[in-house]
């Protein structure tokens, strides 16, 4: 009897336990003097939403979505590229830490060199928004229409979106017009499905793309009332007036492309690992660079 008391206590003792977290790898980037600037017709930019509704300067929150764009006039590509707000960088600081706080604490110049670094690709100009005005963006252009599965649609029902933020009201799966704010909630989850962040990812890009396609035919006037509403709905940003106006005149040379996605990190390149607590991925960078190159040069298809 005593036996088996000891033995249950054994058990309980080791099921109750946390699994101590791996040491993380080292990690070894780039160094960002020895990137190349993108060549002429080659524009990339760097956005970011801020995990609040309303943004304060001086209590900024984790950058829940990453993305970078690439307007590329030489090959006539656009590329939406998304990051995985999780994993593990090397910090300025020369520290390993999530890439989701490095705007917060360093900076959005420091964000733009940590994936310049990591990833193999110089962005300098950002734009910074809250999920306010990500939902304003897309009000100004009507609304974006989005394709949703059964479990997607139950998810945002019990989120409890308005009736009258979808036409028609969302019942089940299909396809409906979203209005901004529940098109930011529908960007926002990963609790639908196993892939957890890799499809809020694949959400996010799903929606600018389909932003894109849908406004592919607007003229430059609406254009510039755009580019102006994205000037009021941008918390942080470093691009001038000539850099918008550079932007809308690759976009417009761009008019008919489809829309490219890829995701960052590269599946194949990432290993779940628990750090300071959380689940996340530490990632062969080497090997990522190498396959987001070859992508970004035109030598394999998108993801």
Known sequence: MLKRALSLALLCSLLLTPALAATPSPIFSLSYDSLSDPPD????????????????????????????????????????????????????????????????????????????????????????????????????LGGVYITVTDAEADYLNRYRISRESTTPSMDKGGTYLFSGHAAVIYMRIRKVGSDGDLGRTRRVRTVLETLIKENQNISMSEAIGVAVALNKNVCLTNLSMNDLMIAISSIFKLKGIDPEGFQLPVTETMTPITYAGMMTNEVDFALCRSIFLAFMNGENNAQ
Not at 43 to 72: I, P
Not at 83 to 91: D, G, H, N, Q
Not at 94 to 112: M, S, V
Request: overall charge negative; charged content about 20%; aromatic content about 10%.
């Open 41 to 140: 017709g080659v524009h990339h930019y760097m956005l970011a939403c801020f995990d609040t509704w309303d943004f304060q300067a001086s209590r900024m929150g984790n950058t829940d979505g990453l993305l970078m764009v690439t307007l590329d006039t030489v090959q006539q590509r656009m590329i939406f590229t998304s990051i995985m707000r999780e994993i593990l960088i090397r910090r300025p600081d020369g520290n390993i830490g999530r890439i989701t706080y490095i705007a917060k604490n360093y900076g959005p110049e420091a964000l733009c060199e940590i994936v310049s670094t990591h990833f193999g690709v110089k962005v300098e100009k950002y734009l910074l928004f809250s999920m306010n005005n990500i939902q304003d963006m897309i009000d100004v």
